[in-house]
């Protein structure tokens, strides 16, 4: 399993880190890693870096009646072909922006052989992209998120120690730490189990 963050992080951001056996970083880090993708509703590892190695791939969509189509993550740049409703979709007929296809809608006209009076794509059509998906680097956000929470695992074990330390026992109370809430709220109303538009 990936992590999201660097276990040595995580250890130059706690306190007396010599009082932790060895292995206790990583476990720390895959551990918060995985809460991360359980609270964003998204698979295990969704948010690793996709190595330069990575093929491209073929994904296929519905569409949703408009003419945008949003995409999960993907680099920007890698998308090798474009099908719609079977026939392939030239590079001139859409254009990227922001996580989105953008397409042009008298090119779909053509290749749908629709009227003239076309006005947008149709709902329920399949359409399939290849190209490399995935994250070019873990979200600066996420990884903060997960170094966050892992602490807050981390001082948990010891209670009266943390109080020692000057920090809260009801801090490290919480279930999530803020924090990672907020991140994993964002991401999840992007790429969640409820997003209807992926």
């Known amino acids: 399993m990936s992590s999201y963050v660097d276990p040595k992080i995580i250890k130059e951001f706690a306190v007396a880190p010599e009082a932790s056996p060895p292995g206790v970083w990583e476990t720390l880090a895959a551990a918060a890693s995985r809460m991360f993708d359980r609270a964003a509703e998204v698979g295990d590892n969704f948010f690793v870096k996709v190595p330069n190695s990575t093929a491209a791939a073929a994904m296929t969509f519905r569409g949703n009646?408009?003419?945008?189509?949003?995409?999960?993550?993907?680099?920007?740049?890698?998308?090798?072909?474009?099908?719609?409703?079977?026939?392939?979709?030239?590079?001139?007929?859409?254009?990227?922006?922001?996580?989105?296809?953008?397409?042009?809608?008298?090119?779909?006209?053509?290749?749908?052989?629709?009227?003239?009076?076309?006005?947008?794509?149709?709902?329920?059509?399949?359409?399939?992209?290849?190209?490399?998906?995935?994250?070019?680097?873990?979200?600066?956000?996420?990884?903060?998120?997960?170094?966050?929470?892992?602490?807050?695992?981390?001082?948990?074990?010891?209670?009266?120690?943390?109080?020692?330390?000057?920090?809260?026992?009801?801090?490290?109370?919480?279930?999530?730490s803020p924090t990672f809430a907020l991140a994993a709220e964002k991401y999840r109303e992007i790429y969640g189990g409820r997003s209807y538009f992926i």
Request: proline fraction near 4%.
């Open 65 to 176: 009646g408009t003419r945008y189509l949003s995409l999960p993550p993907y680099k920007a740049g890698t998308i090798v072909t474009v099908e719609y409703d079977g026939e392939t979709v030239g590079a001139t007929d859409y254009r990227e922006k922001d996580g989105y296809l953008i397409f042009d809608l008298g090119s779909l006209a053509r290749v749908s052989n629709l009227s003239s009076d076309f006005e947008r794509p149709a709902a329920e059509v399949d359409i399939t992209v290849t190209a490399k998906w995935g994250f070019a680097e873990i979200p600066a956000d996420v990884s903060y998120a997960v170094i966050e929470q892992a602490l807050m695992i981390w001082r948990r074990r010891d209670a009266a120690f943390t109080d020692l330390s000057g920090v809260s026992t009801a801090a490290v109370q919480q279930q999530l």
